[in-house]
C-alpha cells in the first residue's frame, strides 16, 4: 500500500522496490512557472536540504499547517514539523473545504486543519493551521484520517477513534454525536492495521480477518447488508488479509496469496471488477496477482506488483490513471477504467498515494504529482491540470513518502 503506515497506511512505510526510471514524457519545472509561484509558496527548487514536512494545494481550513488559510501552489514547510521525526501521515476530508491530518512523530500524533467535528482530537472544535499534539495517545504505531473522524492504533493492538459520529463510524454504539478527544472502540480482538473512509472504519485484526462499522449504504461495511452499524462487525468472507485500504465510500483488501479484494461504491469502476455495480460484499478485482502493495484513492486505486509494475482502476476524468493523451481539453471526455490497467510511467515508484482526482509518487530522485489541479495540488505552480508527471522537487531532496487528502486537494511529502 503506498500511503505509508507503520505497515500500513502511513498511511505506510516506503516501498521497497527497485527503482527501474520513471519515463517522463514532459513536465519539469521551468524557471517561469517558479517566478509566478506567490510568495507564501516557496519555490521548488528552494526545497533542496529542506527538512520540514512539506505540503501544497488547499489550505483554507490550515490544512497546509503552515499558520495560515491560504492555498499553496507549490511546496510549503508544514511548520516545527521535521521529516526525520514524522513516521506517518494519513490526511482526511469530505472536500478541501472540510480537509484535516494526522501526523505519526515518536509514538504520539499531532493534528491540524478542520475541526468542526472535534477530528482533530485535541478537546475542541476550533480549527487549527500547526500541528497540535492530540491527547490521551500513547504508544501508536498506526493513524487513519477518514471524511471528518480519526483513528489510532496502539502497540497493545487497541483502535481509538474521535471525531465525527453521524454514522456509528467512531465504533461506541451509538450516532449523532460527535467526540472531540480519543476513547477506546470495544468489541474487536488484537488489531494489527486501521484505516478510514470517507463515512466509515476499517480494523485489520492480528488473525487476518477484517472487520467494519459506520455507514454501510453503499455496502462499504463489506457484511452483506447497506445497513448502519455503530460497533464493529466482521467483514463477509475475508480470511488471510495482510493489508487493508478504504477509499471514500469502497476498500480494498490485499490477501496472503497476493490478490485483492474489494468491496462497496463502484460508480466508477472503483471495485476492478468489469461493472459499474456496488457491492455489499467482497469481490475479486480482475486479473490482478503477486501484489504486493494497495493503495486506495477517493474513486481510483494503485496497487503495485512484485515486479515493480503499477496498475489503476476506477475514476480517471483527470488523467489519474496517466493513460497517454497528448491533448487537454475541459470537454474532453476520458474513459474511467472498471478493470486494472497497467500503469507504465510509474513502474518501480517506491511510494505512492491517490486522492480525490490526483495521484502523486516518490521515485529515486523526485516526487513526481499528475491528475487535477484546480487548487495547486500537483505541486507546479499552477492550477493547469496534467496528464504528464510533473516534477516538483529535485534530487536529493530525501523525501521518503507521500499523502494525500481522502477526498480534498491537498499534498503531503515527508
Known amino acids: 500500500m503506498f500511503r505509508s503506515r507503520a505497515m500500513s497506511r502511513t498511511r505506510r512505510s516506503p516501498l521497497r522496490a527497485p527503482f527501474r526510471g520513471l519515463p517522463f514524457a514532459t513536465a519539469v519545472l521551468t524557471a517561469a512557472a517558479l517566478a509566478a509561484v506567490p510568495a507564501h509558496a516557496p519555490a521548488a527548487s528552494a526545497n533542496e536540504g529542506n527538512p520540514t514536512v512539506l505540503a501544497w494545494g488547499a489550505g483554507h481550513t490550515g490544512q ?42 515518536d509514538k504520539t500524533v499531532k493534528s491540524w486543519g478542520n475541526n468542526s467535528a472535534g477530528q482533530l482530537g485535541t478537546g475542541g472544535t476550533t480549527k487549527q493551521t500547526v500541528p497540535t499534539i492530540v491527547p490521551r ?28 459520529n453521524a454514522y456509528g463510524q467512531l465504533g461506541n454504539n451509538r ?11 470495544q468489541g474487536m480482538p488484537k488489531v494489527k492495521q486501521i484505516s478510514a473512509g470517507c463515512d466509515f472504519s476499517l480494523a485489520l485484526l492480528e488473525n487476518g480477518t477484517v472487520y467494519a462499522w459506520g455507514r454501510g449504504i453503499h455496502g462499504q461495511l463489506g457484511n452483506g447488508s447497506r445497513a448502519t452499524s455503530s460497533v464493529p462487525r466482521q467483514v463477509t468472507g475475508l480470511t488471510d488479509i495482510v493489508e487493508i485500504d478504504a477509499g471514500c465510500h469502497h476498500a480494498l483488501a490485499l490477501t496472503s496469496d497476493y490478490t ?30 503477486d501484489v504486493s502493495d494497495i493503495e486506495a484513492g477517493a474513486f481510483h486505486n494503485y496497487v503495485q506488483t512484485s515486479d515493480s509494475q503499477v496498475w489503476g482502476w476506477g475514476n480517471n476524468q483527470y488523467g489519474q490513471l496517466l493513460e497517454e493523451d497528448e491533448t487537454f481539453e475541459a470537454n474532453v471526455s476520458r474513459t474511467n477504467r472498471t478493470a486494472p490497467v497497467v500503469i507504465p510511467r510509474l513502474e518501480g515508484v517506491q511510494h505512492l498515494a491517490a486522492g480525490l482526482r490526483h495521484g502523486v509518487a516518490v521515485t529515486a530522485d523526485d516526487v513526481v504529482t499528475w491528475g487535477f489541479n484546480g487548487e495547486g495540488q500537483l505541486g507546479n505552480g499552477t492550477t493547469v491540470a496534467r496528464y504528464e508527471s510533473v516534477k516538483i522537487l529535485n534530487q536529493g531532496s530525501a523525501i521518503k513518502a507521500v499523502a494525500v487528502s481522502l477526498a480534498g486537494n491537498t499534498t503531503y511529502a515527508y
Open 64 to 105: 497546509i499547517g503552515n499558520g495560515t488559510l491560504a492555498d499553496s501552489l507549490s511546496p510549503s514547510s508544514v511548520t516545527s514539523l521535521f521529516r526525520g521525526d514524522v513516521d506517518q501521515i494519513s490526511a482526511g476530508g469530505t472536500s478541501s473545504a472540510d480537509s484535516f491530518v494526522l501526523a505519526r512523530t
Open 137 to 164: 495517545l500513547n504508544n501508536i504505531k498506526d493513524i487513519a484520517a477518514g471524511g471528518a473522524h480519526g483513528l489510532a492504533l496502539d502497540t497493545d493492538g487497541q483502535v481509538y477513534s474521535w471525531g465525527d
Open 175 to 185: 450516532t449523532g454525536e460527535h467526540r472531540s478527544v480519543p476513547d477506546r472502540v
Open 260 to 289: 485483492v479484494k474489494s468491496w462497496g461504491y463502484n460508480l466508477y469502476g472503483q471495485l476492478g471488477n468489469s461493472s459499474t455495480k456496488s457491492s455489499t460484499v467482497p469481490v475479486d478485482v480482475d486479473w490482478l496477482t
